[in-house]
């Protein structure tokens, strides 16, 4: 098994828990691309980072490899070129982790916006420690609405319970165990809007400029998801003119090359992104939601058992 993009940590993880399958690995930093595909020669199984884009001509570089089985450590695949993997005999899986790591921080993000914390927190680094202008919300007279109701969503819906606050919930696949309304009506009577649906060419800026003009006036927006959930310029013009309160975002369009890496002394590009982290309003961090102990380790845990799984149903097939 060849195991790109991976980071110290979760190579020490990879060895621990390899050995206890009996996989050799090949382990390396770098992202995979068309240039270290050869790192596969031998191996059917890849193990690839959600934090690269893996193209049509890296996957045709895989599948010459011998490569038959992707495995991505994350649960969305939308940096995943799906339809070359097809083409180049590619069987594409993703992992699944602790929710919890996600929907607490979530929980956090809204915590933060609701009590206005990047400008408390700046004006306290400044040693300004006069009350803010600005008085805080408590949750429990707010109205919350989870956009998105999978394993992360549920787990937020259950955490926000326990603040004893409304809560609404949109999905194209209900359940019998929320209270679902259009998301229209979500956007309309929530306060707080957090994302938790998956990235494809449905939800791609799925709050944009007229949706983001329907929400009411003062609203928080949270996203844990993907970036482009988001139509990033309509945000920023939102939380410029005061029609939105704030935002809390883990995720931004355009994170790619800028996330993840040491850009001080570096130019950023990217102009929305650096507007976000100016205005007082909107809290940033990089896509880090996930990243606790018990996820990482579940990540690597189950890219291991992904590749088990295929080659045991490979082998029972040949059988």
Same mark, same amino acid.
């Given at each position: 098994?060849?195991?790109?993009?991976?980071?110290?940590?979760?190579?020490?993880?990879?060895?621990?828990?390899?050995?206890?399958?009996?996989?050799?690995?090949?382990?390396?930093?770098?992202?995979?691309?068309?240039?270290?595909?050869?790192?596969?020669?031998?191996?059917?199984?890849?193990?690839?980072?959600?934090?690269?884009?893996?193209? /049509?001509?890296?996957?045709?570089?895989?599948?010459?490899?011998?490569?038959?089985?992707?495995?991505?450590?994350?649960?969305?695949?939308?940096?995943?070129?799906?339809?070359?993997?097809?083409?180049?005999?590619?069987?594409?899986?993703?992992?699944?982790?602790?929710?919890?790591?996600?929907?607490?921080?979530?929980?956090?993000?809204?915590?933060?916006?609701?009590?206005?914390?990047?400008?408390?927190?700046?004006?306290?680094?400044?040693?300004?420690?006069?009350?803010?202008?600005?008085?805080?919300?408590?949750?429990?007279?707010?109205?919350?609405?989870?956009? /998105?109701?999978?394993?992360?969503?549920?787990?937020?819906?259950?955490?926000?319970? /326990?603040?004893?606050?409304?809560?609404?919930?949109?999905?194209?696949?209900?359940?019998?165990?929320?209270?679902?309304?259009?998301?229209?009506?979500?956007?309309?009577?929530?306060?707080?809007?957090?994302?938790?649906?998956?990235?494809?060419?449905?939800?791609?800026?799925?709050?944009?400029?007229?949706?983001?003009?329907?929400?009411?006036?003062?609203?928080?927006?949270?996203?844990? /998801?993907?970036?482009?959930?988001?139509?990033?310029?309509?945000?920023?013009?939102?939380?410029?003119?005061?029609?939105?309160?704030?935002?809390?975002?883990?995720?931004?369009?355009?994170?790619?090359?800028?996330?993840y890496a040491d850009r001080r002394g570096m130019p950023i590009t990217s102009k929305p992104l650096l507007r976000l982290q100016e205005l007082p309003n909107a809290v940033i961090s990089p896509h880090t939601a996930y990243y606790t102990d018990r996820a990482l380790r579940d990540t690597v845990e189950n890219s291991i058992v992904n590749c088990l799984k295929f080659e045991s149903r490979k082998a029972a097939w040949a059988g």
């Open positions: 098994m060849t195991v790109y993009g991976c980071g110290p940590d979760e190579a020490v993880l990879f060895r621990e828990l390899a050995s206890r399958a009996g996989i050799a690995l090949t382990i390396t930093e770098e992202a995979v691309g068309e240039a270290n595909a050869g790192l596969a020669a031998g191996n059917r199984c890849v193990s690839v980072s959600h934090r690269t884009p893996v193209t /049509g001509a890296v996957l045709d570089a895989l599948g010459q490899a011998g490569v038959r089985y992707l495995s991505t450590r994350s649960i969305g695949c939308n940096h995943i070129d799906l339809g070359a993997a097809e083409r180049a005999g590619i069987t594409v899986g993703n992992v699944t982790y602790s929710p919890d790591s996600v929907a607490d921080y979530t929980l956090m993000l809204m915590l933060m916006a609701v009590r206005d914390a990047k400008s408390v927190i700046r004006r306290t680094d400044a040693h300004d420690y006069r009350l803010n202008e600005v008085r805080g919300k408590e949750l429990r007279d707010l109205t919350v609405g989870v956009v /998105g109701t999978g394993r992360i969503g549920e787990a937020v819906m259950d955490r926000l319970r /326990g603040f004893g606050c409304r809560i609404l919930a949109y999905d194209t696949r209900p359940r019998d165990a929320f209270d679902y309304v259009s998301l229209d009506e979500l956007l309309r009577c929530s306060d707080i809007v957090t994302l938790h649906t998956p990235l494809n060419e449905d939800t791609y800026h799925l709050l944009d400029r007229t949706r983001i003009g329907r929400m009411k006036r003062g609203a928080f927006i949270v996203n844990t /998801g993907r970036g482009p959930l988001l139509d990033t310029e309509a945000l920023v013009s939102a939380l410029e003119s005061g029609a939105l309160g704030g935002a809390a975002l883990d995720v931004v369009e355009g994170e790619e090359g800028v996330f």
